[in-house]
């Protein structure tokens, strides 16, 4: 079975700082890799998602994230966060290939002071 | 419908009570999850629905907990025997196939106090 880790509980940044949360994994065989996102009062809604190709994916509001495989890792990145990226967020992976229940990180919160 | 629907937003229920949840995914979506998010704890796997497909039941945390989906459509958790530890929030997400290609589409959630 999959775990995920996510190492920083919980991060506090001033607004333009550059931002990168730690995610690690636990899987041997090929993997999908998701970042969510949970905005104060809102529901959970996906941020970015690798399948294959280039390990560098980005997705909506300026993040990105990078695969690589050797490390078993997918960090989160933003070279300068806003006020309005305070949010939690969650690590998540599934094995690739048909159904595989997708396993979620214990999320970091994210607060940016302006 | 144009997202994930749950009701009832919030539940307080005294323990021992059975209480339902239901989820309402987006139309077309055959893919149904059910996950509890609790304080400090991440989101931890309930149980999948696929179709017509017997249902992935190995997160349900115990015999007191278990889901129906009628019609490949509408979900509903129960839970029976209502313990303290159950209080959550229950997040139903649907999803277009089996593969997550386009990841999960979460509704905002069923907050449970038991009380």
């Known amino acids: 079975a999959q775990s995920v880790s996510q190492h920083n509980h919980h991060v506090i940044l001033s607004e333009a700082a550059s931002l990168e949360l730690g995610c690690n994994y636990s899987y041997g065989g090929t993997v999908n890799l998701f970042w969510y996102v949970q905005y104060p009062g809102q529901h959970l809604q996906l941020l970015l998602k690798?399948?294959?190709?280039?390990?560098l994916v980005k997705g909506i509001k300026g993040f990105e994230a990078e695969f690589i495989k050797s490390k078993f890792s997918f960090n989160l990145r933003k070279p300068s966060v806003q006020w309005s990226d305070t949010a939690e967020y969650f690590c998540?992976?599934?094995?690739?290939?048909?159904?595989?229940?997708?396993?979620f990180g214990t999320g970091t919160k994210l607060q940016v002071i302006p | 419908g144009a997202g994930v629907s749950q009701s009832p937003s919030n539940k307080v229920t005294e323990k021992g009570k059975d209480v339902e949840l239901r989820c309402d995914p987006i139309s077309g979506h055959t893919a149904l999850y059910w996950y509890r998010q609790s304080l400090g704890q991440g989101l931890e796997f309930l149980i999948y629905?696929?179709?017509?497909?017997?249902?992935?039941k190995s997160g349900l945390p115990s015999d007191r907990f278990s889901a129906e989906r009628t019609g490949g459509s509408v979900s509903t958790l129960t839970i029976q025997r209502t313990q303290q530890e159950d209080s959550a929030v229950y997040l139903c997400a649907s999803s277009l196939g089996s593969g997550n290609v386009g990841g999960y589409t979460f509704g905002s959630g069923t907050r449970l106090t038991v009380v």
């Open positions: 690798y399948f294959s190709g280039d390990p």
């Open positions: 998540a992976v599934n094995a690739a290939g048909g159904y595989q229940k997708v396993t």
């Open positions: 629905f696929q179709g017509n497909s017997a249902p992935d």
